[in-house]
Each structure stands twice: as C-alpha cells, then as structure tokens.
C-alpha cells in the first residue's frame, strides 16, 4: 500500500489511525502463501508465542492515536507475521467520500513482522510487545480463526473509528479463542468522553483537534466504559497488562510477558499552521470590530463583510449537514449545526442585493440555542468567538436597516 498523507479538511479532520504502507500485492500474495503453509499443529504449539503489538504514534496525522496488530512467531521453524487489521486501498474509487460517510472498509493483511517493525523503526515511534499468555488449544484454535478471517470473503470489513478498528478487531478474536473468560481489572475514576480521549492523542495540534471537534456531536461527550475505551491501542495494552484468565475457578494472567520490542527513535515533528484557532477566531472577532467602527461613522453597513462570513458559515455548515448521514455514529448528533448551517446560502441572494431578509432574527435566534448547546456538547475551539461575532453582525444589521431585518 502506498503511502498518502491526509490533504483537505475532511480527510485531515475525520481521524484515523490504521494505515498500512505496504504495497497492496504483497499482501495479496503473502495471504496466499500464509493459507498454503503447514498448519499450526497443537503438538508443536509449544513453540509458538502469540503478542499484541502496539505501536506508538508518530507525528503524521492518521498515525496521533498509535496501532495493534498479533504477531504469530514460530521459535522452532523461525516464522515470524504479523496480523494487522488496518490495512485499505486509498486509491479505491470515491475513496474520500466513502470515508466521510463511514462506508470505507479495511481489511486484515499479514506480511513478515520484520517489515512490520522496519515501518515503525523509520518513523521513530516505539512498539511494545505483550506475549501472550495461551495455551495450546487456544493457539490452535487462534491459529484456524486468523486463516478463516484471512478468506477472501472474510477479510474485508466495515471499518468504524470507535467500534470497530485495528485496536479492537484483534481483542475479540483472542477473546473469542479463549477458554473460559478474561476478566479486566476495573480503572477506577477513569471515564473519559471520546472526546476527551481524542484531545489527549492530538494536544500537540490545535487544528487536528479543531478538525475533530467540529465532526464529532453530542454521542463523543458521553462518559465511556472500559470496553469503549479500548478502541485506543494505549488503553488495550493497560487493560490487558491486568486482565486475567478465568477458567474452571482458575486464574492465570492474560499477558505472560511484556517486552520493548522496538525502542523509541527520533522523530520529525512537522509545525502546523502557526496560528492556533482560537488566534484566527479572534482575529476575525477583531476585524469585525474594526469594521463595525468603520460602518458608525459612515452611518452604511459593509455589505461585503457579511457576504464573506455568510458564505464561510454555509461553506462549514454543508460539511456538518453532510455528516448527519454518516455511518459514523457519533457525528449524527452536532449541536454546533446551529451555527454552521447551510441555511446563509438561501439568504445570500437578498443581503448581496440589499433585500430585505429576515436572516438575522433567525440567526440570532439559531445563536441564543447555539450558546444553549454549549451546556451539552463541548464545541470545537473558537466557535464561541465566532458565535459572538455573527450575534454582534445580526443586531448591527438589524438596528441600522430594521426593514431589512
């Protein structure tokens, strides 16, 4: 698979975090090869070690929230793959506006683990290895369940950032190979929004967050259980340092050892655009200040200064209308809707030609329920600026043209 980074406001914004860059036939033919070796005999099972890998994040975008993948190492024979679940073509047709509405499928690949860890050696980022602490008829059983996903037919699945990724794909196999149950030790007061979990994998940049902020909705706020949590490789790799195997009224831990498979390196940090958004939001807040003086003393509003806003204001609101028929479950619910809408565009036409329009009541009432909104959703950084600007734009238009209004 080739690797592409993210351009454009969706893509960089809609988060992901399983990319492969690996050539595609290889995985192809090395799918082929996997299904043609000599089974994983239970006899030989001894030899066998099985590990959740996770990788840490480096600091391209779809890379912020880290990795998992198994590996499968063979310490008799010296066969060494890994399982990685996050593998898709970005050159599929309508690859971005699949990815939009949540319809892009990924798909589980194996290929050696030495290019594997090669990938994150020259990114920098660190792997850990957790081995697995299974027996026999489980790494038999694990060993049938990865050639039977690896089918054709089986490969293939409907990717979803929070529920069903790179992070939880190989969790449930291995629960389901399981004899018996893993119980997880509980963490307590920890009950992180979505939210809250994306901001720490993108605190160092500001219009990654943005981005997020401004398609996620009500659902990302909502307090999560460990179980939704572990859509992130760090929480996975906590939660299974502690969990346990129960069978038969037996305990034994879950992860046998845990190993720095690939140590931290150096990394290149790419700056992001130098002013944050919050900066560029007040900017704008000052400028319509400014001009808000410009338009007292000449007793004539600036026409063209709600042109612009109002046509930014729709351009942000059809992304956001967009996402209301995404697959993705928590971007159906934006309360910042009320602010980003599409609705300036059926106006426009009366503001350019001096019309009179009953925009600005409706804005201002949209605004009073945006502001209200800010009590159930956390929005994205700025929007409140900008809310005020647009509330200060409507009363001024509304008090110096009432009839306009």
Not at 296 to 317: F, S
């Amino acid at each position: 698979m080739k690797k592409n980074g993210i351009n454009g406001f969706l893509l960089q914004n809609i988060s992901y975090f399983c990319i492969v860059k690996q050539n595609k036939d290889i995985f192809r033919s090395l799918i082929g090869v996997i299904l043609l070796l000599a089974p994983m005999k239970a006899i030989a099972n001894d030899s066998i070690e099985v590990s959740l890998m996770t990788c840490a994040p480096h600091e391209e975008i779809y890379s912020l929230y880290g990795h998992s993948a198994l590996r499968w190492h063979d310490l008799r024979t010296g066969e060494d793959w890994a399982f990685n679940w996050g593998v898709f073509d970005f050159h599929k047709p309508y690859f971005v506006a699949r990815f939009v509405f949540g319809l892009t499928d990924y798909e589980l690949g194996v290929y050696p683990y030495a290019l594997f860890l090669d990938e994150y050696k020259r990114v920098g980022s660190q792997v850990v290895e957790q081995v697995l602490n299974l027996t026999s008829a489980e790494k038999e059983r694990l060993s049938l369940a990865l050639k039977e996903n690896l089918k054709p037919e089986n490969r293939v699945y409907r990717y979803n950032y929070f529920y069903d990724n790179c992070s939880s794909r190989p969790r449930d196999m291995i629960e389901r190979c399981i004899d018996g149950k893993i119980e997880y030790a509980p963490r307590e007061d920890y009950s992180p929004s979505y939210r809250e979990m994306v901001h720490l994998c993108v605190r160092n940049h500001p219009w990654a967050a943005f981005g997020n902020d401004m398609l996620l909705g009500l659902k990302a706020d909502l307090k999560t259980d460990q179980r939704q949590q572990e859509f992130l490789p760090d929480n996975l790799l906590y939660d299974f340092d502690r969990a346990k195997i129960y069978v038969n009224g037996e305990y034994r831990p879950l992860v046998k050892e845990s190993r720095i498979a690939l140590p931290g390196g150096v990394q290149v940090i790419e700056q992001d655009f130098p002013l944050s958004p919050m900066a560029c939001f007040l900017i704008v807040l000052a400028l319509s200040a400014l001009l808000a003086l410009v338009e007292w003393k000449r007793k004539k509003l600036l026409v063209w200064w709600d042109v612009v806003l109002m046509t930014l204001q729709g351009l942000a609101g059809l992304v956001l209308f967009v996402m209301l028929f995404s697959q993705h479950p928590t971007t159906t619910l934006n309360l910042q809707l009320l602010l980003l809408n599409p609705l300036p565009f059926f106006f426009l036409p009366a503001v350019i030609r001096k019309r009179p329009s009953r925009w600005w009541i409706i804005q201002l009432v949209l605004i009073a329920g945006f502001f209200l909104g800010g009590l159930f959703q956390q929005y994205a950084e700025g929007l409140m600026i900008l809310a005020l600007c647009l509330l200060y734009r409507s009363i001024i238009n509304i008090k110096m043209n009432p009839k306009k209004a």
